[in-house]
């Protein structure tokens, strides 16, 4: 390990990219995840730390919030804040990039970060062999936005608490189509089983301005009642399951959402 060492604009890179993939209260030294990048960096699990912490000291989700990071960023960890949000396309790719790069991830594999068990290099089963330049460049921008909205929601369905990963989908507020300035925001995701995941992109749910379920008519009118309350009576009206210090969606993304839909506001 090299002592005092400053930080590159390629280790911010890949240090942002990993802030934005754990939670607030994990960027500790003894996290799985950051004691690993710390190895392939040549630095300290406690520099990696502090550095993650000086991050949040810039993220407005925080600050919003009244959460404060660790104070003491660098001019470098400022201009590269702005450079990874003004051009999230750009960036998100590059730090991907990168961290392939470190961890040694071939073309036929993932790279994917669990807050539990750190970076985890996956078989990546998307048809890697025949993509051209432009799907794999989106098919990571997606991977990144899905590990991103997963650990936000501590890989649990948000209607339900379902929490095996490979039901889970990280569901677009704002469609990754028609929004492409959002499409790798974490707030314009919400972590859903692909039963709801599959509802909230047809309208047939969403959530009010208080992040409580809302059912839409249709839905009530055209599911069997036993299938219907089952599945989705039993959660009208109950909050997203968020975990403490989480980055809640954003509620202009879900006011979009509703008016699309035509729903109607909970009364309280």
Not at 5 to 19: K, Q
Not at 146 to 169: D, F, H, I, K, M
Request: charged content about 25%; some cysteine.
């Amino acid at each position: 390990m090299t002592a005092g060492r400053s930080w590159t604009r390629d280790e911010l890179l890949v240090a942002l990219n990993l802030y934005h993939k754990l939670p607030f209260g994990q960027l500790m030294s003894t996290n799985t995840a950051i004691e690993q990048l710390a190895v392939k960096l040549g630095r300290t699990p406690s520099s990696v730390a502090m550095k993650l912490s000086n991050m949040a000291s810039l993220d407005p989700i925080h600050i919003q919030r009244g959460v404060s990071g660790l104070p003491g960023a660098s001019k470098l960890d400022r201009q590269v804040w702005q450079e990874y949000h003004a051009a999230p396309d750009e960036a998100v790719v590059e730090s991907e990039e990168r961290l392939r790069d470190l961890f040694g991830v071939a073309a036929h594999e993932a790279l994917e970060v669990r807050p539990d068990v750190g970076f985890q290099v996956i078989e990546d089963a998307s048809g890697v062999e025949t993509e051209t330049r432009t799907t794999r460049v989106e098919r990571t921008k997606q991977q990144y936005f899905r590990g991103a909205v997963l650990n936000n929601y501590a890989r649990t369905c948000a209607v339900s608490g379902l929490r095996q990963p490979e039901l889970l989908v990280a569901s677009h507020i704002l469609p990754w189509a028609r929004f492409p300035k959002h499409r790798l925001d974490v707030r314009n995701g919400i972590c859903l089983s692909s039963l709801y995941d599959r509802a909230f992109d047809r309208g047939l749910i969403s959530f009010d301005s208080d992040l409580r379920l809302l059912v839409s008519e249709k839905l009530r009118a055209s599911v069997d009642a036993p299938s219907f309350d089952r599945f989705f009576a039993c959660f009208d009206g109950t909050s997203l399951r968020l975990p403490d210090k989480s980055a809640p969606p954003d509620s202009g993304y879900l006011q979009r959402h509703r008016v699309t839909w035509g729903f109607a506001e909970k009364s309280a």
